[in-house]
């Protein structure tokens, strides 16, 4: 072996060992479950709790007079939709067959989930097919049977118009690439618009033989998202390559055509972008696309506006073909990239959809690289880019967020992401998935045999998540504020010269402390006097001196905790509250407890809750079980508790475990953890019993009477869980 060879060997040992030493400190237990089907009546199961109803005629969603999505029977009463991921392909397993289908719709109800994003349904539609439109029909037929029994259990549907850049094209194996310009060539090619409506008519128009009726027709069909992430400075993005122009050819003709009929000639706009290159002619239809998309200009902000123009028009033309098909529902799109221009873009929209993610993981393959980013301690700006985003007063869904595997403190997403779509009063949290549950770890599929990011069914930190979710957000745990804070919006006025511009960071905060989103500057103009707003220029509003009006008026409470110079903010219902130094939020509703921590500032008070001390940070959430739930007076309970979860083998090329090399593979394993809490209740008699990953109720494990005080660890006797149920036996009647 040459010595330059053994020196890599070496570096990459060393690499490896390093990696694994943070690993090899900590205690890492095998999950034991291997069948994860919750049994009726688990602590897990919460359908007695949130029963979906039977979807009916009367029962379509609408958008009510406030702009909240809510039942045509009873638009007065908000929903709160939990969305299930459906992003399968043949990598995690594809669209299940039917006993599967009807088994994992009942699970998903039980889970808690009563909505469904069908996500990427034309690639899996068109996967190994050579000629365009040829459906494979079995996977029709499975498609057509899960939307059957997701219907069954009371669980809508959301679904995109189309997610692949290869649409219904035969002859690709690339479907989930971004392997084409289809998107960006759907807002400027008629061939290609009418390549979508086919497909949109296929598959939406065709009858489902296991409901009688036409997905387009079915009441269960809320919302269409008509292309998935199609913005058109987005699309160029995810298609950027080394060696290639920025902007795609297709776009010069059309932005030259643009430019011309805004400019009078090459003189005048020259004098608007400062100067023309020697080779470029308004006349001739010679004016260069930009030759940096990260460079600030004049030029650049003309772009941002023709996109805005192209893509306002896109979508209301898509839209009127799907309302030519006979579509009644709720109609989305540009549904990511949550900067000044998008939100032009979807000025015009009848619901708006957002993606948001904390600490981006750049792949499946080894070199995959996140930053092992808290997104408390950047005060949840994942969120806060989403909230930005909203239009007030018509529907918000959230139609994927994640806080990715393997990032060390995605625990913090159980409380994050849901607490606050509560308080900001979204319609529906979806945390994106190749479907957010399996019936059994070792499936025989790629993307099944270890945790892997954008990917959360396998692991039990995301799924104690999505369990806490289901009450903080679906339940109504935490509640709605009352402040609103509108972003007014005058339109083409508001872009700038950069195209990644976005609202003021600084200004995004005060979702932390209520309901914030766009809104027309002439709407805010003639509010009442005492309307509160940011408004324009936005370099003009005083963070500081807003919180102060807000205080003074009363929509603020005296006694609220926040403090930006100390980074705590608390929510104006008082139930929220972040502090970035310390990594904490704390969530204190009537039904819910919940602490996101770091194990160095504890203890930690919630309500009736106290954390004294723990191994290790984490998640440790109380909620109450009962028909009417309360922690001051309920006697059924079910305690959260997440640390963090590894892929066994799993190896990182660096020592603080950003770079992945081998994601390993199953058994899962769960970090040691262990938490010392008081309950400030007392008891005849409590127990305390751990609760499987599979929703089994295992032997108690702690026991006593009078104070609730205990030590909870989630190594248990039955193996390692995120569960555990807390009963308190009533005091006897005198």
């Given at each position: 072996m040459?010595?330059?060879?053994?020196?890599?060997?070496?570096a990459?040992?060393?690499?490896?060992?390093?990696?694994?030493?943070?690993?090899?400190?900590?205690?890492?237990?095998?999950?034991?479950?291997?069948?994860?089907?919750?049994?009726?009546?688990?602590?897990?199961?919460?359908s007695?709790?949130?029963?979906?109803?039977?979807?009916?005629?009367?029962?379509?969603?609408?958008?009510?007079?406030?702009?909240?999505l809510?039942?045509?029977?009873?638009?007065?009463e908000?929903?709160?939709?939990a969305?299930a991921?459906?992003?399968?392909?043949?990598?995690?397993?594809?669209?299940?067959?039917r006993?599967?289908?009807?088994?994992?719709?009942?699970?998903?109800?039980?889970?808690?989930y009563?909505?469904?994003?069908?996500?990427?349904v034309?690639?899996?539609?068109?996967f190994?097919?050579?000629?365009?439109?040829?459906?494979?029909?079995?996977?029709?037929?499975?498609i057509?049977?899960?939307?059957?029994?997701?219907?069954r259990?009371?669980?809508?549907w959301?679904?995109?118009?189309l997610?692949?850049?290869?649409?219904?094209?035969?002859g690709h194996?690339?479907?989930?690439?971004?392997?084409?310009?289809?998107k960006l060539?759907?807002?400027?090619?008629?061939?290609?618009?009418a390549?979508w409506?086919?497909?949109?008519?296929?598959?939406?128009?065709?009858?489902n033989?296991?409901?009688g009726?036409?997905?387009i027709?079915?009441?269960?069909?809320?919302?269409?998202?008509?292309?998935n992430e199609?913005g058109i400075?987005?699309?160029?993005v995810?298609?950027?390559?080394?060696?290639?122009?920025?902007y795609?050819?297709?776009l010069?003709?059309?932005?030259?055509?643009?430019?011309?009929?805004?400019?009078e000639?090459?003189?005048?706009?020259a004098r608007?972008w400062?100067?023309?290159?020697?080779?470029?002619?308004?006349?001739r239809?010679?004016?260069a696309?930009p030759?940096?998309?990260?460079?600030?200009?004049?030029?650049?902000?003309?772009?941002?506006?023709?996109?805005?123009?192209?893509e306002?028009?896109s979508?209301?033309?898509?839209?009127?073909?799907?309302?030519?098909?006979?579509?009644?529902?709720?109609?989305?799109?540009?549904?990511?990239?949550?900067?000044i221009?998008t939100?032009?873009?979807?000025?015009?929209?009848q619901?708006?959809?957002?993606?948001?993610?904390?600490?981006?993981?750049?792949?499946?393959a080894?070199?995959?690289?996140?930053?092992?980013?808290?997104?408390?301690?950047?005060?949840?700006?994942?969120?806060?880019?989403?909230a930005?985003?909203?239009?007030?007063?018509?529907?918000f869904?959230v139609s994927?967020?994640?806080?990715?595997?393997?990032?060390?403190?995605?625990?913090?997403?159980?409380?994050v992401?849901?607490?606050?779509?509560?308080?900001?009063?979204w319609?529906?949290?979806?945390?994106h998935?190749?479907?957010?549950?399996?019936?059994?770890?070792?499936?025989p599929?790629?993307?099944?045999?270890a945790?892997?990011?954008?990917a959360i069914?396998?692991?039990?930190?995301a799924r104690a998540g999505?369990?806490?979710?289901?009450?903080?957000?679906?339940r109504?745990?935490?509640?709605?504020a009352?402040?609103?804070?509108p972003f007014?919006?005058?339109g083409?006025?508001?872009?700038?010269?950069?195209?990644?511009?976005?609202?003021?960071?600084?200004?995004?905060?005060f979702a932390?402390?209520?309901?914030?989103?766009?809104?027309?500057a002439?709407?805010?103009?003639?509010g009442?006097?005492?309307?509160?707003?940011?408004?324009?220029?936005?370099e003009a509003v005083?963070?500081?001196?807003?919180?102060?009006?807000?205080?003074?008026s009363g929509?603020?409470?005296k006694?609220?905790?926040?403090?930006p110079?100390?980074?705590?903010?608390?929510?104006?219902?008082?139930e929220?509250?972040?502090?970035?130094?310390?990594r904490?939020?704390?969530?204190?509703?009537k039904?819910s407890?919940?602490?996101a921590?770091?194990?160095?500032?504890?203890?930690?008070?919630l309500?009736?809750?106290?954390?004294?001390?723990?191994?290790?940070?984490?998640?440790?959430?109380?909620?109450?079980?009962?028909?009417?739930?309360?922690?001051?007076?309920g006697?059924r309970?079910?305690?959260?508790?997440?640390t963090?979860?590894r892929?066994?083998?799993?190896?990182?090329?660096?020592?603080?475990?950003?770079?992945?090399?081998?994601?390993?593979r199953?058994?899962?394993?769960?970090?040691?953890?262990?938490?010392?809490?008081?309950l400030?209740?007392?008891?005849?008699?409590?127990?305390?019993?751990?609760?499987?990953?599979?929703?089994?109720?295992?032997?108690a494990?702690a026991?006593?009477a009078?104070?609730?005080?205990?030590?909870?660890?989630?190594?248990?006797?039955g193996g390692?869980?995120?569960?555990?149920l807390?009963?308190l036996?009533a005091?006897?009647?005198?």
């Amino acid at each position: 072996m040459r010595p330059a060879a053994r020196l890599l060997l070496a570096a990459a040992a060393l690499l490896a060992t390093t990696g694994m030493a943070r690993a090899q400190a900590e205690t890492w237990l095998p999950v034991r479950e291997t069948a994860l089907e919750l049994r009726p009546g688990s602590p897990l199961d919460v359908s007695g709790i949130l029963p979906n109803l039977r979807i009916t005629p009367e029962r379509r969603l609408v958008a009510n007079a406030e702009g909240r999505l809510a039942r045509a029977d009873r638009p007065a009463e908000p929903l709160r939709l939990a969305c299930a991921s459906l992003a399968w392909s043949p990598a995690s397993g594809g669209f299940p067959a039917r006993a599967e289908a009807e088994r994992y719709a009942r699970q998903l109800a039980m889970h808690g989930y009563n909505l469904a994003r069908l996500h990427f349904v034309d690639a899996s539609l068109m996967f190994g097919r050579q000629t365009d439109f040829d459906f494979d029909p079995e996977t029709l037929d499975r498609i057509h049977y899960l939307l059957a029994a997701l219907k069954r259990h009371g669980i809508y549907w959301m679904i995109d118009g189309l997610s692949s850049w290869r649409g219904a094209s035969g002859g690709h194996d690339d479907r989930w690439d971004p392997s084409s310009n289809f998107k960006l060539a759907l807002h400027l090619d008629e061939q290609v618009f009418a390549h979508w409506r086919r497909f949109v008519e296929a598959f939406f128009k065709t009858v489902n033989p296991h409901t009688g009726i036409a997905p387009i027709d079915d009441e269960a069909l809320a919302l269409v998202i008509l292309v998935n992430e199609n913005g058109i400075e987005f699309d160029g993005v995810v298609r950027d390559r080394r060696g290639r122009p920025p902007y795609d050819p297709m776009l010069a003709a059309p932005f030259n055509a643009w430019l011309a009929k805004r400019y009078e000639s090459s003189a005048a706009l020259a004098r608007a972008w400062g100067r023309l290159g020697w080779s470029e002619s308004l006349e001739r239809g010679s004016i260069a696309l930009p030759s940096d998309r990260y460079a600030d200009s004049p030029r650049m902000r003309d772009l941002q506006a023709f996109f805005t123009e192209v893509e306002t028009a896109s979508a209301a033309r898509m839209s009127a073909a799907l309302r030519q098909l006979g579509y009644k529902g709720l109609i989305s799109t540009y549904n990511n990239w949550p900067t000044i221009q998008t939100g032009l873009s979807r000025r015009g929209l009848q619901a708006v959809t957002m993606n948001t993610y904390h600490d981006w993981a750049s792949g499946y393959a080894p070199g995959s690289r996140l930053e092992q980013t808290s997104a408390v301690a950047d005060a949840a700006n994942a969120m806060r880019l989403a909230a930005a985003s909203r239009w007030l007063g018509r529907p918000f869904l959230v139609s994927e967020y994640d806080h990715l595997f393997w990032n060390r403190y995605r625990y913090e997403a159980g409380a994050v992401f849901p607490a606050y779509a509560a308080l900001q009063g979204w319609d529906a949290l979806c945390r994106h998935a190749h479907g957010p549950i399996v019936l059994r770890y070792g499936e025989p599929f790629a993307h099944k045999r270890a945790m892997l990011p954008y990917a959360i069914a396998l692991d039990p930190v995301a799924r104690a998540g999505e369990t806490l979710s289901t009450f903080l957000f679906r339940r109504g745990d935490v509640a709605t504020a009352g402040l609103t804070l509108p972003f007014a919006v005058r339109g083409e006025a508001d872009l700038g010269p950069d195209m990644q511009a976005r609202e003021p960071e600084a200004l995004t905060r005060f979702a932390l402390l209520g309901r914030i989103g766009l809104a027309e500057a002439e709407t805010v103009d003639k509010g009442e006097p005492a309307t509160i707003a940011v408004t324009q220029p936005r370099e003009a509003v005083k963070p500081l001196a807003l919180l102060e009006r807000l205080r003074a008026s009363g929509a603020l409470p005296k006694d609220n905790a926040t403090d930006p110079a100390a980074g705590i903010y608390q929510s104006s219902t008082g139930e929220i509250t972040l502090d970035e130094r310390r990594r904490s939020l704390a969530v204190v509703t009537k039904a819910s407890e919940a602490l996101a921590f770091a194990a160095r500032d504890l203890p930690a008070r919630l309500g009736r809750l106290e954390i004294t001390k723990a191994e290790g940070d984490g998640l440790l959430a109380l909620v109450s079980l009962d028909q009417a739930p309360s922690i001051a007076e309920g006697r059924r309970f079910l305690l959260i508790y997440a640390t963090d979860a590894r892929n066994t083998g799993m190896v990182f090329r660096d020592r603080e475990q950003k770079v992945i090399e081998d994601f390993g593979r199953l058994p899962v394993l769960i970090r040691k953890g262990e938490v010392a809490l008081r309950l400030d209740r007392s008891a005849p008699r409590w127990t305390l019993s751990p609760v499987g990953l599979d929703g089994v109720v295992r032997p108690a494990v702690a026991s006593g009477a009078g104070e609730v005080a205990f030590r909870l660890s989630n190594d248990t006797p039955g193996g390692p869980t995120t569960y555990f149920l807390l009963e308190l036996e009533a005091a006897a009647r005198r």
